[in-house]
């Protein structure tokens, strides 16, 4: 921090109270307001703080926070600090507040809110961007994803020195990271397709063979990769296969791991460094907790959007487990609840179902069109009650999951 400029090291000395003050009075973790605060003293802020340092950004509509951990764990194989925005804070103060709590690390990885990518790429001059995929999510305060992908395009190609990693399997995410000087591919998967269904370049049909796609009327198709996800291993570009062996569950957290082993081999951390590591991380930001209640089991899991249900019901325990459901709709969730209706809930019938939330109603009509059967709850304690001892999944919206943990003791 001496480096910085007098009045960025007040700012950054200012900001550091005022999230510690945030954590000590239970207002929240202080990962947003020590960057208000020091982004209002000292407005490139985050420019000097992001300088002589190797800065990863990540972002997509899913996974962006899961993997920011998986990567900040990868690197630090290397045993050397590194700054990053943990909980998921992913505009500019949350980077900011991140990168001024470790002014001494070497390296930041961050993840970023998928609107303010370039933005991003501008202010920290990263060595290497990680993009995971791109989806619908919060129509009514989210821009169109085809100009959320054209806009990182049009980024990617104003860095030279930057270095990206991008998931091959999804179309929209191999267009605008073809536009980078430098792309490493992986085949990390794609399992929603409703939002991939035309070339970005042409606007054409695409076709699809098993995992390949391609357009047939201008070429632009699935580039060769470099890293593979193949089931529960990932070959490396020797050819050499690796158990992934996570503690994390699911197909999206083998997808997420691989490509943070992508990034932190960029950084000289191999395979052999890194996996042990990934295979320690158990829990992100709350996500796949797991917490005891009047001698129910609950397992947390964050569904935001209609791809993030499907890979949350791809990790249920099995049937008869009894699921409570919660959604809510307020400005981080985005208030328009209409993308429930693009998510297929017939997998839930046979299961105890309990519905939560602010707009449990919403969702209790969605239900009720696929043909689950479903009873309302007032909240995660009345949830409990009315499902016997033993296993409980919890699925929940952004702001829903957070009351929940706020409920049931802040998890760690």
Partial sequence: MGKLPLRARLATTI???????????????????????????????????????????????????????????AIGALGQQVATNAFGANMEAGLASALGRAPDAPYGVLEVDERYLPAMIEV?????????????????????????????????????????????????????????????????????????????????????????WRCAECGFARPATRWLLDGGAVIDPSGRVWQLSLALPGRANRANAVVALAVADFFGAGVGQALPRLRRVTSVAGR???????????????????????????????????????VNARVPDGKDTSWLWDVDYRLLRGRQVLVAGERRTDLAVRLEADQVEFRLADGVDDAVAQVPPGPLDVIANYTAFQQIRNALGRAQ
């Avoid at 972002?59 to 951990?69: C, Y």
């Avoid at 399997?169 to 399992?191: E, F, H, M, N, Y």
């Avoid at 005891?292 to 249920?316: C, H, I, Q, S, Y």
């Fill in 124 to 212: 920290t001059a990263p060595r290497v961007v990680a993009l995971l995929n791109l989806s619908r999510d919060q129509m009514d305060r989210a821009a169109e994803i085809w100009l959320v992908a054209r806009r990182w395009r049009e980024a990617l190609a104003d860095v030279p020195d930057c270095y990206v990693v991008a998931n091959a399997d999804d179309p929209l995410i191999a267009w605008a990271a073809s536009a980078a000087k430098r792309v490493t591919w992986v085949a990390a998967g794609q399992r929603w397709h409703e939002d991939s269904w035309c070339c970005a370049e042409c606007g054409s049909h695409l076709l699809r063979d098993e995992l390949d």
């Fill in 288 to 326: 796949y907790t797991q917490l005891e209640r009047d001698g129910r089991r609950l397992r947390l899991l964050l569904a935001k959007n209609p791809a993030g249900w499907l890979e949350a019901f791809d990790v249920l325990a099995p049937a008869p487990t009894p699921v409570l459901l919660a």
């Fill in 15 to 73: 900001g550091g109270a005022a999230g510690r003050m945030s954590r000590i009075s239970g207002r929240g973790d202080g990962s947003v307001i020590g960057g208000v605060v020091g982004l209002r003293m000292a407005p490139d802020l985050l420019r000097l703080l992001a300088i002589g340092r190797q800065i990863v950004l990540v972002t997509g509509t899913n996974g962006k926070t899961t993997t920011t951990r998986l990567i900040t764990a």
